[in-house]
Every structure is written in C-alpha cells, then in structure tokens.
C-alpha cells in the first residue's frame, strides 16, 4: 500500500492548528487519501499549537465515515509533542464513542430535553 505524508504545517499554513476549519482541510486530505486506499503519515513537524478543535475535526470525524480498523491500519502519527499525542489519543478516544451510535445518543438527548428521563 503506498504511503502519503502530509504536513500538517503545510496544510495549515502555521506553525497553530487551533481552527476547526484547517482541521477540515487536513480531514479532506486524510479522506482523500483513505478513499485511494492510501496509508496516511501525518507529520505534525514545526507545529507549535494544536487544539483539540482543530483535531475533532482533522481526526474525530474520520470516526464517522470509516471503521477503526482501517483508521488504525492506513494512519499513523509522528512528529508530535508527548502532550499533543496525549490529545489525540483523548479526541479519538471520544469520537469513537460518540460515533458508536448515533441514534442511541439522539435518543438519549430528546429524551433529557424531554425530561423523560
């Protein structure tokens, strides 16, 4: 399987990733990638600043379109702070459980709103 790098600070455009909306243009490239059936390195070389925004949106929601398994086998990370790896795995330990089923969550919060519960 042939392997893309992508530099995050390329993508961005700054040395801070803290905008959801530079999340997405790296999501994009992520899928694009995965959609080719391409391994992912996501290189977080020369970044200075990375939020928890910016990675829902790069890495959470590849949670909601693909299987962990592919997510696990076709991306890996390097390049990062101990601190920002930390982050990572904490967003995609949420988006996994958040994407898990959406419906039961739906209904969990009408039911809430409702006060049925």
Do not use: H, W
Request: charge should be negative; glycine fraction near 4%; hydrophobic fraction near 35%.
């Amino acid at each position: 399987m042939e392997t893309i790098e992508l530099f995050i600070y390329n993508i961005v455009g700054s040395q801070l990733c803290i905008e959801a909306e530079d999340g997405q243009k790296v999501y994009e490239k992520i899928k694009k990638g995965f959609d080719e059936n391409k391994r992912i390195s996501l290189s977080f070389q020369n970044i200075e600043m990375i939020t928890t925004a910016f990675l829902n949106t790069a890495v959470g929601q590849l949670y909601r379109d693909y299987p962990e398994d592919k997510i696990r086998s076709s991306m890996e990370v390097k390049d990062i702070a101990p601190d920002d790896a930390k982050r990572i795995k904490r967003v995609t330990d949420t988006a996994k459980v958040f994407y898990k089923d959406p419906e039961e969550r739906l209904r969990k919060s009408i039911d809430e709103i409702l006060g049925e519960k």
